[in-house]
């Protein structure tokens, strides 16, 4: 059984316009997918449509979300806020601005851990200082307020705050915005490691796509809405069969040739309210034919693709 699964999701937004249509993925326990794309393309509107937290007048029109067994549509409030934090757990952008800013990183950690299990707090105090120690923070931060912190170990203090209840599945939002290469590597490998350590599924967004090939074992391509492509990251990286995917792998910056130019994907992404009939990616695409009109299907077994061409 998969950690999260979610099958033919369509998100509308107050005009009518999808914002998401026909997005499928699936986690194991333990595993990590990462969805890429550009702004717009809807990678925070799905995390927000899988925490049933979509903004107001925006719907979910289409599909289902399951966590675990446990089909997440319909949920009463109550139920919600049982499942939120203790089983589906949510790092959001800027996640240490997410941080109380009058209280330590301790009672942060220790105020999760009891909201969620019957725990002591003797018990709770003993696990939070478990847990900023499994993040790669000294003893000295259980006791620091958020402002004190630098933004690379605030990260880590939020992220042991948002992992305090044991969820099985973690979302997480461009966690690394703002922070220095350095430490965005370091936040990789701890959001892989914690996943692994604790049987968590992993639902990472970013536009970043070199993030997510460190973060990730599996990566969903995002664009207009829809995914184009799917599959191990290192097969997606390595070997890109979308053309959009293609482009996005070759503006990624090569460490063997760092003076060289970066290249773009020409145009830009249609909005919601103007996206064309067919194949989202055509007005933008190198590759476009006539079959191009007709919406392509994402077909493949193990790695599949969104494209009359590459397909073909």
């Given at each position: 059984m998969?950690a999260?699964?979610?099958?033919g999701l ?11 249509s026909g997005?499928?993925l699936?986690?194991p326990e333990?595993g990590a997918?990462?969805?890429v ?5 809807g990678?925070?509107?799905l ?7 979509l903004?107001?007048g ?8 399951h966590?675990g067994g446990?089909p ?6 109550a139920?919600?806020?049982?499942v939120?934090?203790a089983?589906?757990?949510h ?5 240490a601005h997410?941080?109380?800013p009058?209280?330590?990183v301790?009672?942060?950690v220790?105020?999760?851990i ?13 696990e939070?200082?478990a847990?900023?120690a499994?993040?790669?923070l000294?003893p ?12 690379g170990m605030?990260?880590?203090a939020?992220?042991?705050?948002t992992?305090?209840a044991?969820?099985?599945v973690?979302l997480?939002?461009e966690?690394t915005?703002s922070?220095?290469p ?16 604790r049987g ?5 967004v970013?536009h970043?796509l070199?993030?997510v090939?460190r973060?990730?074992?599996q ?7 829809k995914v184009v ?12 069969l979308?053309?959009?995917t293609?482009g996005?792998v070759?503006a990624?910056p090569d460490?063997a040739?760092?003076?060289a130019?970066l290249?773009?994907v020409?145009?830009v992404?249609?909005p919601?309210e103007d996206?064309?009939?067919?194949c989202p990616?055509?007005?933008?695409c ?6 191009c009109a007709?919406?392509?299907?994402l077909?493949?077994t193990g ?6 061409v590459v397909?073909g």
């Amino acid at each position: 059984m998969s950690a999260l699964r979610v099958d033919g999701l369509a998100v509308a937004l107050p005009d009518g316009s999808r914002a998401l249509s026909g997005v499928s993925l699936s986690i194991p326990e333990g595993g990590a997918l990462g969805v890429v794309g550009e702004s717009g393309a809807g990678k925070t509107l799905l995390l927000r449509a899988v925490m049933g937290q979509l903004p107001p007048g925006v719907r979910l029109v289409e599909g289902s979300v399951h966590l675990g067994g446990t089909p997440l549509a319909g949920l009463s409030a109550a139920d919600w806020r049982r499942v939120r934090g203790a089983r589906l757990a949510h790092l959001p952008q800027a996640a240490a601005h997410a941080l109380n800013p009058m209280t330590t990183v301790r009672r942060q950690v220790v105020e999760t851990i009891r909201a969620h299990r019957a725990v002591s707090r003797t018990d709770a105090r003993a696990e939070a200082a478990a847990l900023v120690a499994s993040v790669g923070l000294p003893p000295r931060v259980l006791d620091a307020y958020p402002h004190q912190l630098s933004g690379g170990m605030a990260q880590r203090a939020a992220l042991a705050t948002t992992i305090a209840a044991g969820p099985s599945v973690l979302l997480a939002d461009e966690p690394t915005a703002s922070l220095d290469p350095v430490t965005r590597t370091e936040i990789a490998e701890l959001l892989t490691s914690s996943g692994r350590e604790r049987g968590m599924a992993l639902l990472l967004v970013s536009h970043d796509l070199g993030f997510v090939a460190r973060a990730c074992d599996q990566v969903a391509v995002l664009y207009a809405g829809k995914v184009v492509e799917h599959g191990p990251v290192r097969e997606v990286i390595g070997s890109p069969l979308h053309p959009y995917t293609v482009g996005m792998v070759a503006a990624l910056p090569d460490p063997a040739r760092p003076r060289a130019r970066l290249r773009a994907v020409d145009g830009v992404m249609p909005p919601p309210e103007d996206r064309p009939e067919g194949c989202p990616f055509a007005t933008r695409c190198p590759l476009v034919r006539p079959v191009c009109a007709v919406e392509p299907e994402l077909v493949g077994t193990g790695r599949r693709v969104a494209c009359h061409v590459v397909a073909g």
